[in-house]
């Protein structure tokens, strides 16, 4: 019997390996979707000193704290980006399915990754959350050069939109684990903010990735806006609106080069059909 690699590529997917990933896939999205509801409004009742998501986000101000508003807006865009994703599973068009199937074991496990986060961002276990951020992050990864090439309605909603938020909630959450409040800290953020700035160029011009680019430059904004507000005499803030525009510029030059066909020289690209028919066309005057 052949192995089968859940995160792997497959040319197709048997009967009831989709049923396996319709069913976990719909039910991982929802987990994440009430919990993050729940304790969007409410605080863990299990301990005495938990906190809502979003009042554990601005009662522990960091140089990588973001923006509970744009990044909200972030969340929601890309939960219902990830409905048009699960609804994939269920189209007659075989090739859409494999290609949602592909990737389906990589969605299911950061559903269950973003899920444990959130348990433990609300309850203050900041460092064992930091773990699950580096396992999310890994994980994001590894999907991402596996998967590289994905249509992008798998791309953005399992892919591109959860890597994003997993490399800059890592830096996030890593500053409220190590208490990043002092002038020390502040001067070792404006120092990490631009191993973000780095990871990005890498996505969007060496994969020339833009869906990624947009993801990460709406992230970035949103950390940008809420450094402003958090202390204004700082460079932190103004390095984020910088890397923001470097984001946000790039990817739109790397989709205009994509959608025109051509590379980020904006030299026309000749597919290798195209090319080998030129290259028979002097035989074939010749004959």
């Not at 830096?171 to 700035?197: D, E, K, Q, T, Y």
């Not at 202390?231 to 989709?255: E, N, P, T």
């Not at 904006?266 to 010749?286: G, K, M």
Request: charged content about 10%; some cysteine.
């Amino acid at each position: 019997m052949a192995f089968y690699n859940p995160f792997g590529k497959h040319e197709a997917h048997s009967r009831n390996t989709l049923l396996v990933y319709q069913v976990l896939s719909v039910l991982s999205w929802a987990l994440v979707v009430i919990s993050g509801i729940y304790y969007s409004v409410h605080k863990p009742h299990d301990i005495k000193h938990g906190h809502s998501i979003w009042k554990q986000a601005d009662r522990n101000p960091t140089p990588f704290s973001q923006n509970t508003t744009v990044t909200g807006i972030y969340w929601i865009i890309l939960l219902l980006s990830q409905v048009s994703y699960v609804w994939h599973f269920f189209s007659k068009n075989s090739e859409l399915v494999t290609a949602a199937a592909n990737v389906a074991s990589h969605f299911i496990l950061n559903n269950l990754l973003v899920f444990a986060f959130i348990m433990l961002w609300v309850r203050n276990l900041f460092w064992v959350a930091e773990v699950f951020l580096i396992a999310h992050l890994i994980s994001q990864s590894s999907a991402y050069w596996t998967h590289l090439g994905s249509p992008p309605f798998v791309h953005w909603p399992a892919i591109a939109g959860p890597y994003a938020w997993a490399l800059t909630a890592l830096f996030w959450n890593g500053a409220v684990a190590v208490h990043a409040h002092n002038l020390p800290s502040r001067i070792v953020a404006n120092i990490f903010i631009w191993v973000i700035f780095l990871i990005g160029c890498v996505h969007i011009f060496a994969a020339r990735d833009y869906i990624f680019g947009y993801s990460l430059s709406l992230l970035i904004l949103s950390l940008a806006v809420k450094q402003l507000a958090v202390k204004v005499i700082a460079l932190q803030w103004i390095f984020a609106f910088v890397i923001f525009a470097v984001f946000f510029v790039g990817s739109l030059y790397v989709s205009s080069a994509v959608y025109s066909g051509r590379n980020l020289w904006l030299r026309r690209v000749v597919s290798p059909e195209s090319s080998a028919a030129r290259e028979r066309e002097p035989l074939l005057n010749d004959a």
